[in-house]
């Protein structure tokens, strides 16, 4: 899941080599050896090598768009987990778990895993078989094109703008740990991704988020497993933590969330399973074009279902690398007096208290990898931060070319034109978070409405998808209706709660809710306002005879025969495995 | 990377062999270069030689890579983007 905004917000004040040093203001973490500089420079290389190879691939649209698609499972998979796998999710998930202790797992298991075997075992066989290019494709076949215009202008916005406050986070980390120029940072990554998308398309997108994916493990792998060892293990880590911090409970799932005042996120657990684990988590997972857009390009619909199955035992694994060290952080941590350090918001940083939440990551590689492996580590960021914008740069591309180019300037063109398009929109893409970066840099206020742009779209999204994908009766006003009323509705809320802070206590049903409980209620009944103005206007207009819903619509759609396969390559098989899995952590960590 | 007019590109195991090559041996060379000169970084459980044993890993896993992936061998399905 996408890093929340009371997570994200990424160090500028003081910081230095944690455990060695006295904290310097305006210092930096880490310099890096010729060893940890080679090893950076090898990626950018190989990442560089892997787009000029594959543009000679990328002369279709097919092929540039959907990577021809020809992608096996288990590549669609990893890519599938990759491209949202960025650094400021590796990093602001292990800040929120230091802040918020294993509740931030969540965000890992059920607000992802349900929905991905919802997508590979339900939805992809019609987002296949209608064989769209993109998600707001999908809604134009069902919904027409006005409710196309409409989601393809939103998510084409907010991929840019997700993309550019991505850049400027990332090249801020790289100041703190590494003290780079900002400018630098951003025009060496955005550069790099500009050129292998541009030259390779989605082809080249995916190839490198699957090279990304194992960078990311084999750089951040290694910080668990020593602090694991330095804490004396799991065990000694949960009773140091308790004794540590005897009023919060940092090391249960489920069992503090009957009331909102009894765990340190403020959350209860019907937001959790509704709001996060429902229409969060199924509107991101099943209805973001950035993450559908992978899978799409599987080379049949068997791989397209398996997939998000795939990804899934990656996706369960992910809190190994992301949530463990944010726990260790709570233990392991210390002054250079010997004394616990101290990590708090990025608004209490002061001499005092040098490091915020989002420095966990950083500070734990610094304590353990040494030359070669903190470049390693690094390159493991960077890889996520390049993997994330490339699919952010990619979809938008996608999207620009076929619901905005294509329906509203230029209907018919040959096929080459089209791929031209979408090689200058790659451009475009990287050109306009360049600039949005900039944008944030110079007006830090709007990080955080830009952020939320993303919890506006995605569920009132979800409900038109939803209803149109499963519900012969959804007709296209009704569709557009729900969609723009239940955006209207999120934005409405958020400003209601920006401008009144006490309305929280309204908005997420309890006054001893926080922020996190804002974002998955406001998620919550931005879904149901969509779906219920999308079921009322469509009652009241004429539905599409359902000869026309073929291929759309659960129900009238058949589905293609698929050949028998034995019971271990079975997508239902592997679910099955997928849902055991999911549960037993969950009450193993109840 | 060409054959019988078709092109069959490289596989990205590969690619993904080869980084996990180059960095198995710089790393695990810095390593065994420390262990050898009881040279250690300066970071907590040196004593671990952490470089040396992580590097080896991601060494053994490159070449593993490498040669299953080497391009133009045989797999059982040859598709544009390789089998895994």
């Not at chain 1, 094109?145 to 084409?156: C, K, V, W």
């Not at chain 1, 997420?508 to 879904?527: G, T, V």
Request: net charge positive.
């Amino acid at each position: 899941m996408t890093v929340p905004a009371s997570a994200i917000g990424i160090a500028s004040g003081p910081s230095t080599l944690a455990m060695f040093l006295p904290p310097p203001l305006h210092g930096q973490l880490a310099r890096l050896t010729p060893l940890d500089i080679a090893v950076i420079a090898v990626y950018f290389a190989m990442v560089l090598f892997i787009g000029f190879y594959l543009r000679h691939g990328s002369n279709t649209s097919e092929q540039f768009f959907l990577a021809g698609r020809e992608m096996t499972a288990w590549i669609a998979g990893l890519s599938f987990v990759s491209a949202n796998m960025g650094a400021l999710e590796l990093m602001g998930w292990a800040g929120s778990a230091y802040q918020y202790g294993i509740l931030a797992t969540h965000w890992y298991w059920i607000g992802a895993i349900p929905a991905m075997l919802f997508l590979g075992l339900v939805m992809m066989p019609f987002y296949y078989v209608s064989k769209t290019h993109s998600v707001p494709g999908y809604l134009k076949l069902r919904f027409g094109e006005s409710s196309r215009i409409l989601a393809a202008f939103s998510f084409a916005i907010e991929m840019v703008l997700m993309s550019g406050v991505n850049m400027f986070s990332m090249a801020v980390v790289m100041k703190v740990v590494l003290g780079w120029n900002i400018t630098f940072s951003i025009l060496m990554s955005s550069l790099a991704v500009a050129v292998y998308v541009g030259l390779g398309g989605l082809r080249s997108a995916i190839y490198n988020e699957v090279l990304q994916f194992v960078l990311i493990w084999a750089g951040a792998l290694l910080v668990p497993i020593l602090g694991l060892v330095e804490a004396g293990g799991w065990h000694k880590m949960v009773a140091k933590i308790a004794s540590n911090y005897r009023d919060q409970d940092y090391i249960h799932l489920w069992r503090d969330t009957a009331h909102f005042s009894a765990n340190p996120m403020g959350v209860h657990w019907t937001g959790i399973v509704f709001g996060l684990g429902f229409v969060i988590s199924f509107g991101y997972w099943t209805t973001d074009f950035l993450v559908v857009q992978r899978v799409l390009a599987a080379r049949n619909l068997r791989a397209a279902q398996m997939a998000p199955i795939i990804g899934s035992f990656f996706k369960m694994a992910v809190p190994f690398i992301v949530i463990l060290p944010g726990l260790l952080g709570l233990v392991v941590l210390q002054n250079p007096d010997g004394t616990l350090l101290h990590l708090v918001g990025e608004n209490q940083v002061s001499v005092a208290n040098p490091h915020s939440f989002n420095e966990v990551l950083p500070l734990m590689m610094v304590r353990y990898l040494g030359p070669g492996l903190l470049g390693l580590g690094i390159t493991a960021l960077m890889a996520g931060f390049m993997s994330g914008m490339a699919g952010n740069v990619s979809a938008f591309a996608t999207v620009w070319t076929y619901d905005i180019y294509q329906p509203l300037i230029r209907k018919r063109a040959p096929d080459s034109h089209y791929v031209a398009i979408g090689r200058w929109a790659t451009v475009l893409g990287v050109v306009v978070s360049i600039g949005a970066a900039y944008l944030v840099m110079h007006a830090a206020g709007i990080m955080d409405y830009v952020q939320a742009l993303f919890s506006f779209f995605i569920a009132p999204l979800l409900g038109a998808i939803l209803l149109g994908m499963f519900w012969k009766r959804a007709t296209a006003a009704g569709g557009f209706c729900g969609l723009l009323l239940g955006i209207l509705s999120s934005v409405s809320l958020f400003l209601w709660v920006r401008m009144d802070p006490s309305a929280l206590s309204m908005v997420a049903l309890s006054p001893d809710a926080k922020s996190m409980a804002e974002n998955l209620y406001r998620a919550l009944w931005s879904f149901l306002i969509s779906v219920a103005v999308t079921v009322v206007v469509s009652l009241l207009t004429r539905p599409r005879p359902i000869a026309e819903l073929e291929g759309l619509v659960y129900g009238v759609t058949k589905l293609p025969f698929q050949e028998p396969v034995p019971f271990y390559r079975n997508q239902w098989f592997w679910a099955v495995i997928v849902v055991v899995l999911f549960a037993g952590l969950n009450i193993l960590f109840w | 990377m060409r054959g019988l007019g078709i092109r069959r590109e490289i596989p990205i195991w590969f690619f993904v062999g080869v980084l996990l090559t180059v960095y198995g041996a710089l790393i695990g060379g810095h390593g065994v270069y420390g262990w050898v000169t009881h040279q250690r970084d300066a970071v907590v459980l040196a004593g671990l030689h952490a470089p040396m044993w992580w590097g080896g890993i991601l060494l053994i896993l490159g070449l593993i890579y490498c040669v299953k992936f080497f391009p133009g061998k045989p797999t059982l399905r040859q598709g544009a983007t390789g089998k895994h």
